[in-house]
């Protein structure tokens, strides 16, 4: 394996959602390549040791997953949200996701949980910049529009971001929520100074009841990975880029398995 | 029940895919409503029978589904294409709904599919307007965009008509497929003169493996259709409102039964 053609490449520890985590960073280490970490996993390891591990190991934390679901209103999801900022500092990553939520008010429906993510961003971006840390607003695929995200566009997700610095709030482009969209490219070139992240999973059929946990692994669906690659790069971004995998034939398997062959995938239809 | 309320109101037959469509037919003109019809059980029937059955007993054919798969190339799908535009002639409707295709060719990728529709398009539009007959593209939601059609927004189906006359080339607006589109009543007013079908269905979760089957009886989603309704009438369309809904449950049903719930829910909601 050609080290430096991964010298970009991420785990997102989803993609092994049920690998131990303290193991995952161990090998993340022992590869050279960053981690894409989530909440709950820190949580049950502890935020203080999991930022001395990998502060300890030199494993560069890519983005914490994730913050949002900011359609409720209420004051817990804002301090829930704070919170996560914290973490994200704590952990030496400047990108917290955000996921920003479905429609929980039915009477205000779409356009009402829409306006409450963008009054919601407003409360908490003066926080995330004093803590240094990007809320980077992800699009999520059209099919969670009702239960876990309203932003189902990058476009959309731009106009969110629009009204705040580039380094405050971001948009996460992820291929597998918006490589449908036919106006997706231009929408990259748009997003050019705001993109905090930039994930991969390839879209494959049929999806699974639920349709959470069907992403392809790289090379197994349509999606054409290396355009994507070429457009953020073209708009500015050559950071990380996180492999992220939510299927549960992937995470039947052995943590160290998926990753080799995650890094081998990425290798061939990425880099 | 106020008939004048259901005066616009037309059942897909695919609502009630497993009741016999002869009988579907006959409770239709009982109760003085138009039915969408599908090819495959017109062919169990016979087109001469069944045209002759909707004329004799008045009832309006509001739409034939489906043409399109177009995105494989080749002649095969051109004429059966072609037989499609004759069957919805012989019904004696001007409206042959096209589910376009997903992707085929995956070395073309999702624009070589987009670029095959249009092509088709141009092939068969002279022959629809020689018959009477308008190609009504439909958007389908996007979690079908690979399998199924790679169409996924109003705007890019307005796109792929504009170049044809709009009585020869339409779009169809199902909200199932369109709701969760930021831009969609924006893309609505600038389909006016262009509106082939308006089919309604809710959004409901979770969605079922395949994702096929999950469609919502209106009423117990997320779906705005009154809105919807009044945005496709200001863009000129006023023509019948067919309900179609995929659902296992509902299908499991008597159809007389599912016909009598949707009218109520049509009044309720939509009407």
């Known amino acids: 394996m050609n ?16 690998w131990d985590q303290t193991e995952a ?10 981690i894409g970490l989530w909440r709950e996993p820190v949580a049950d390891k502890g935020l203080a040791a999991t930022a001395k591990q990998v502060r300890d190991a030199g494993v560069a934390v890519t983005s914490l997953c994730r913050g949002g ?49 963008a009054e919601a961003l407003a409360e908490l971006a003066p926080y995330a910049k004093q803590c240094g840390v990007r809320l980077a607003i992800e699009p999520l695929h059209p099919m969670f529009a009702s ?51 930039f994930q991969v999973a390839d879209w ?18 349509c999606v054409d990975f290396r355009r994507f690659r070429m457009a953020v790069e073209a708009a500015g971004y050559t950071g990380p880029i996180e492999v992220e995998l939510f299927n549960d034939e992937i995470w039947a398997r052995p943590g160290p398995q998926v990753l080799a062959e995650t890094m081998q995938r990425y290798r061939d239809h990425v880099a």
Chains 1, 2 share one sequence.
């Open 204 to 221: 494959i059929t049929p999806l699974p009841a639920g349709v959470l946990t069907g992403r392809g692994q790289l090379g197994d669906g």
């Open 147 to 197: 239960d876990r995200c309203v932003v189902s566009t990058l476009d959309q997700a731009i106009e969110l971001a629009s009204p705040f610095e580039p380094d405050v709030v971001g948009v996460v482009v992820d291929t597998y929520h918006i490589w449908w969209d036919p106006t997706v490219f231009a929408a990259i070139e748009r997003a050019a100074g705001r993109i905090a992240a």
């Open 69 to 117: 679901f900011l359609t409720g209103g209420g004051t817990e999801a804002l301090a829930d949200n704070r919170r996560a900022i914290d973490e994200a500092a704590a952990l030496g990553t400047s990108e917290l996701v955000m996921v920003c939520g479905g429609i929980v008010d039915w009477a205000a429906g779409l356009d009402g949980a829409r306006a409450r993510v």
């Open 25 to 34: 960073i161990e090998a993340c280490a022992r590869v050279g390549i960053g």
């Open 3 to 18: 080290r430096f053609s991964l010298n970009r490449f991420s785990l997102n520890h989803a993609t092994t959602k049920f």
